[in-house]
């Protein structure tokens, strides 16, 4: 277990990818006009695990090959990643994003948003230079799925439900579809079988999965500096996640009753923790991270037939850190 929480040694067998994915963001990113390039230089410097990108070139070394195309893809993801990023934090009045001021709280919303279509622009430019003709429909199609899960999540977010599909059908196509389209982009411009890229994309849906969930249990256990962001902001910003919905179905009446009256309440202080002592005795953080861990064996399951390399092993590690972040 010691390698697990060693992102470095996973992301080995790609490392040269990664670390040349930075100079193709900058390059491509380069503006004449100085303030869209402190724009860029600002959101390319507070990016966090590069775990899209690495997925990306994790899967396309699994099958052995693409180097060139595995970088459009890889670059493509991460921006559509942190344009949906300075959206949510807009969306979420969001003041921190990985322990920095957000762009929103920099510059204002319309400057965000402004930069959020850029950088959307940008990653289908770089997809566009991909000749596999399955490549861009895939990952335009998770493109469509994370806006459409987006309002989904905005609409259901003014009223607490215990409605578990209703959650899961979010964070498929709002974290995950991405993921899945990363690791079916990258196979392909490897020269993967039908086969191989169906399970690389099942890997990478059921990581997803695993790592929403993950995330969702971190915000209520984590600590700030290890999350990035204050503690509860899910919570504070209305979203209804997992552990909320386990204890919403399954606790006592009277911590039932509790819980909505808190989540009803405009964020004082404290709520929070009361909040997470209600979860921690209904199991509600206990059941959301088992959850997740049958996502990870699903996603460890899916790579069963590639052939053994170390990025299979990568990948395969993936799915024990997935799990495994401070909390």
């Not at 004449?32 to 396309?60: H, M, N, Q, W």
């Not at 169906?198 to 695993?210: C, I, T, V």
């Not at 590639?306 to 395969?316: D, G, I, N, V």
């Amino acid at each position: 277990m010691a390698r697990m929480l060693d992102l470095d040694a996973i992301y080995r067998p790609v490392q040269r990818d990664l670390d040349a994915l930075d100079g193709l963001l900058r390059a491509e990113l380069v503006s004449t006009d100085p303030f869209i390039g402190e724009l860029v230089s600002y959101v390319l410097s507070t990016r966090g695990k590069l775990v899209r990108p690495a997925l990306t070139c994790l899967s396309a070394e699994a099958i052995g090959g693409g180097e060139r195309e595995r970088l459009y893809v890889a670059g493509t993801v991460e921006l559509i990643h942190i344009a949906s990023l300075i959206h949510d934090d807009i969306i979420d009045a969001a003041d921190l994003r990985r322990g920095t001021p957000t762009v929103n709280v920099q510059w204002g919303n319309q400057i965000a948003v402004l930069l959020g279509d850029l950088l959307f622009a940008r990653a289908f430019d770089l997809i566009s230079r991909v000749r596999h003709p399955q490549v861009a429909p895939a990952v335009a199609e998770a493109a469509v799925r994370m806006s459409q899960a987006e309002i989904k999540q905005t609409q259901l977010a003014s009223e607490p439900h215990s409605n578990e599909g209703a959650y899961l059908e979010i964070i498929e196509g709002k974290t995950a579809a991405l993921f899945a389209a990363a690791c079916r982009a990258g196979a392909l411009v490897a020269g993967a079988t039908a086969a191989q890229a169906d399970a690389l994309a099942d890997f990478g849906l059921a990581w997803g999965m695993s790592f929403q969930i993950t995330d969702d249990a971190l915000d209520l256990t984590s600590r700030p500096e290890a999350l990035g962001k204050p503690i509860g902001s899910d919570i504070e910003g209305g979203k209804v996640t997992l552990p909320v919905i386990h204890a919403l179905r399954s606790g006592v009446e009277a911590d039932r009753a509790a819980l909505l009256r808190l989540l009803a309440m405009p964020s004082p202080d404290g709520m929070v923790e009361e909040v997470r002592l209600l979860l921690g005795r209904s199991g509600s953080i206990d059941y959301a991270l088992r959850v997740a861990r049958g996502y990870a064996e699903r996603a460890a399951a899916a790579l069963g037939d590639l052939p053994e390399t170390p990025a299979r092993e990568s990948l395969r590690e993936l799915t024990e850190f997935v799990l495994v972040r401070p909390r």
